[in-house]
């Protein structure tokens, strides 16, 4: 119980960790949003991919005592490889399916199917045992009101800043990005332009994977790992981007960010949800945000005049 | 205009083109062309097919029978390819890319092109309707009907087609901005010599800006000829011009 004496030295120990986790759903909310904006429909998949990336850049690293691949080369590497898988895999079982804006309940189907079938794959390659993957980030911390503030929890918040400049960047000013925006706004008027609209989704998809790389070796960070270490992040994702809106980047980063500090903050404050209740808040705040504002805080809601 | 076959192809040439949604047939075996910068305009009342002819020659309805576009075959061609090949296509209610501002619909207009007169050709049609110069931050969504009529024809010329199908511009603008949206059209038929397949219910107008005519009832072509031959046309009087 901290009700007694405020203690401002664990209060930012819970803010920094919880920029920390909010840096992780915030990533994968942005990859959430890609694949909605472009495609209309929720990849159930992308927690699981990010997990089986993870292992790859461990793979590379050379596994549990490292010895290989510099860790930073690897997570590059990893991530034009997630690219191009994504892309291939979209165009292997998504793109069959049509249109997704026709079609939307078989597409979130498949990508359960997705997620299942992720979740196997590093048993079958290699084990599904703890595993330990070289960080990314030192040990050390900078000190911020005689709290610690680590570099590892630091290095998060660095990286989605960084990725969330780099999608900006991409949507606002390439022709893939302008591409994407036409197809999520009006993917037939975007076709009748010239934009090969299939094309332009597997593009998406292996945007938002690539993008989630990153979330997946930040997760893991110095802790040991299993193929489980995705299940509870995405779903405090999901409920970032609720929070945030499913169409805005920026809501993504936001929603992200604020879950992170809820859900590192509250159950220490609030007897009733330690323990066994640790998902309760971002539950509740899905539901509070549905029936409040369903857009989300910077989601628009379609305004068209005729 | 007179109807007889010129001695070149015309560039646009349609033969039996025929088209069902499921089990229900809605084209039964068109044939029309469009001649190089020629107006057509093609008449008819709603559900007579007028839409479904047009979806079938872009790609976003599949279809049977021929259609050659300056000599290539287009019918069963992707949307995106058909575009590629010079046909730009302006759907009904307009197509705005509703979330994306003015200049950005532009640019997706222009997204096949590799020049560098992108921006050039974007200045002109700013210069033909100043309205969108003045909107061109403003999301496309939030303009009114008549701007975003303005913005899909712009949009369709940014690509630089040589046939671009119109579907109903007029619907739902008031008549004074109809007016103004079919003198724009004429004007960029007169001077880009841009061929223009319109389908429209109002024939009035449509007849007055027309090169040639075709009236489509239940599926059917009934009628044809010049602009100036249906406007004489007892039965087109009756049922489109209000006489």
Redesign the interface.
């Known amino acids: 119980m901290h009700l007694l004496a405020f203690d401002t030295e664990f209060f930012l120990q819970r803010i920094f960790a919880g920029f920390e986790s909010g840096a992780v759903y915030a990533m994968l909310g942005l990859g959430l949003v890609i694949i909605y904006r472009s495609s209309g429909l929720l990849n159930f998949a992308q927690g699981e991919m990010a997990m089986f990336s993870t292992y790859l850049v461990w793979a590379l690293v050379g596994g549990d005592g490292g010895g290989g691949m510099n860790v930073w080369l690897a997570l590059v590497l990893v991530m034009i490889i997630s690219f191009a898988g994504a892309a291939v895999i979209q165009a292997a079982v998504i793109r069959p399916l049509g249109d997704p804006h026709l079609n939307p309940l078989a597409v979130v189907i498949v990508t359960i199917g997705l997620y299942l079938t992720m979740h196997e794959l590093p048993a079958l390659f290699w084990d599904s045992a703890n595993h330990q993957l070289t960080p990314l980030f030192g040990t050390g911390s900078i000190d911020i009101a005689g709290t610690a503030f680590t570099y590892r929890a630091l290095g998060a918040v660095v990286l989605l800043l960084v990725e969330a400049a780099a999608f900006w960047a991409i949507l606002r000013y390439t022709?893939l990005g302008?591409?994407l925006?036409?197809v999520?706004?009006?993917s037939?008027?975007?076709?009748?332009?010239?934009?090969?609209?299939q094309r332009t989704l597997m593009l998406g998809w292996g945007l938002a994977v690539a993008i989630g790389v990153v979330a997946g070796v930040t997760t893991v960070g110095t802790q040991v790992f299993d193929p489980n270490f995705m299940l509870v992040v995405i779903i405090y994702a999901f409920a970032g981007v609720t929070l945030g809106g499913f169409d805005s980047p920026l809501g993504a980063v936001v929603g992200g960010l604020t879950v992170g500090l809820i859900t590192e903050t509250l159950p220490f404050y609030v007897d009733a949800i330690g323990g066994e209740f640790q998902l309760m808040p971002a539950f509740v705040l899905i539901l509070v945000v549905l029936l409040v504002r369903p857009q989300g805080l910077f989601g628009?809601r379609?305004?068209?005049?005729? | 205009m007179n109807d007889s076959p010129t001695t070149e192809a015309p560039l646009l040439k349609v033969e039996n083109l025929t088209a069902a949604y499921g089990p229900v047939q809605v084209l039964f075996g068109l044939d029309l062309q469009v001649g190089d910068g020629e107006f057509v305009v093609m008449l008819g009342a709603n559900g007579a097919g007028k839409t479904t002819t047009l979806r079938a020659l872009s790609g976003l309805v599949s279809a049977t029978g021929a259609a050659r576009f300056d000599g290539t075959s287009i019918l069963g061609t992707r949307a995106d390819k058909v575009a590629k090949a010079g046909i730009a296509h302006v759907p009904q209610g307009r197509g705005t890319l509703s979330e994306l501002t003015v200049e950005e619909n532009l640019a997706v207009g222009a997204y096949l092109r590799r020049d560098d007169e992108v921006d050039a050709d974007r200045d002109r049609w700013f210069d033909t309707f100043p309205r969108l110069a003045e909107r061109r931050h403003q999301t496309a969504g939030s303009m009114s009907g008549g701007e975003q009529q303005m913005l899909a024809i712009a949009r369709a010329m940014m690509g630089r087609p040589r046939l671009i199908l119109l579907d109903e511009p007029s619907l739902g603008l008031a008549p004074l901005i109809t007016r103004e949206v079919f003198e724009k059209l004429s004007e960029i038929n007169a001077s880009a010599g841009l061929a223009v397949l319109l389908v429209e219910q109002n024939a009035n107008l449509a007849l007055e800006v027309a090169d040639r005519a075709y009236v489509l009832e239940a599926g059917r072509i009934t009628d044809e000829g010049s602009a100036a031959h249906l406007k004489a046309n007892e039965s087109v009087q009756r049922a489109y011009l209000g006489v």
Not at chain 1, 188 to 197: I, Q, Y
Not at chain 1, 302 to 306: F, K, T
């Open positions: 022709k302008l591409a925006r036409a999520s706004t009006n037939e008027s975007a076709s009748l332009s010239g934009v090969a609209v628009r379609e305004v068209n005049r005729v």
